[in-house]
């Protein structure tokens, strides 16, 4: 059974800056709840084909798993996979501009998890689904803030 889970939540920033920020990998662990570290496989910053290897605690259990940047159109769209088991994913950010002047973005998770996985797939989906509605509150709470993020985080162009 296939997981896709897609969430998407307004922040009142501009989209070039909230694209920067969470297309930055390093920023990672500040605005995803179950991410504890990032490191580099390939130099900085995320092009097509760059690899970054992430540490997370997810129902329970920590995962190690490396995504590879598939897709990054500037400020409208990031797609990273990874091709680990037991659970293959491919997660993928869009931005688009609010009437407003703030910015819609999108997160959305796509896998076919294997073995054990397939049995709990419904159960993963819905932890998901809290997960990444926590993780983009998070994220908009961090850019909804007067001061820009801290030096060397992305902040694109305010």
Same mark, same amino acid.
């Given at each position: 059974?296939?997981?896709?889970?897609?969430?998407?939540? &307004?922040? +009142? /920033?501009? %989209?070039?800056?909230?694209?920067?920020?969470?297309?930055?990998?390093?920023? /990672?662990?500040?605005?995803?709840?179950?991410?504890?570290?990032?490191?580099?496989?390939?130099?900085?910053?995320?092009?097509?084909?760059?690899?970054?290897?992430?540490?997370?605690?997810? @129902?329970?259990?920590?995962?190690?798993?490396?995504?590879?940047?598939? &897709?990054?159109?500037?400020?409208?769209?990031?797609?990273?996979? *990874? +091709?680990?088991?037991?659970?293959?994913?491919?997660? *993928?950010?869009?931005?688009?501009?609010?009437?407003?002047?703030? *910015?819609?973005?999108? #997160?959305?998770?796509?896998?076919?998890?294997?073995?054990? =996985? !397939?049995?709990?797939?419904?159960?993963?989906?819905?932890?998901? %689904? %809290? +997960?990444? #509605?926590?993780? @983009? !509150?998070? @994220?908009?709470? #961090?850019? &909804?803030? &007067?001061?820009?993020?801290?030096?060397?985080?992305?902040? =694109?162009?305010?």
């Amino acid at each position: 059974m296939a997981v896709d889970v897609e969430t998407s939540i &307004e922040i +009142a /920033a501009p %989209r070039r800056r909230v694209a920067a920020f969470a297309s930055d990998p390093e920023n /990672a662990p500040r605005w995803y709840v179950n991410i504890s570290s990032v490191s580099w496989e390939t130099p900085p910053p995320a092009v097509v084909g760059s690899r970054i290897a992430f540490v997370a605690h997810f @129902l329970g259990r920590r995962i190690a798993y490396t995504y590879e940047v598939r &897709e990054l159109v500037d400020a409208e769209r990031f797609v990273m996979s *990874t +091709a680990e088991s037991p659970f293959p994913m491919e997660t *993928t950010y869009t931005w688009a501009d609010t009437a407003d002047g703030g *910015t819609r973005m999108t #997160l959305r998770n796509e896998g076919e998890p294997s073995g054990f =996985g !397939q049995l709990a797939a419904p159960m993963m989906a819905r932890a998901m %689904r %809290r +997960a990444n #509605l926590k993780d @983009l !509150q998070a @994220l908009k709470r #961090l850019l &909804e803030v &007067e001061d820009p993020p801290a030096p060397g985080a992305s902040s =694109g162009d305010a």
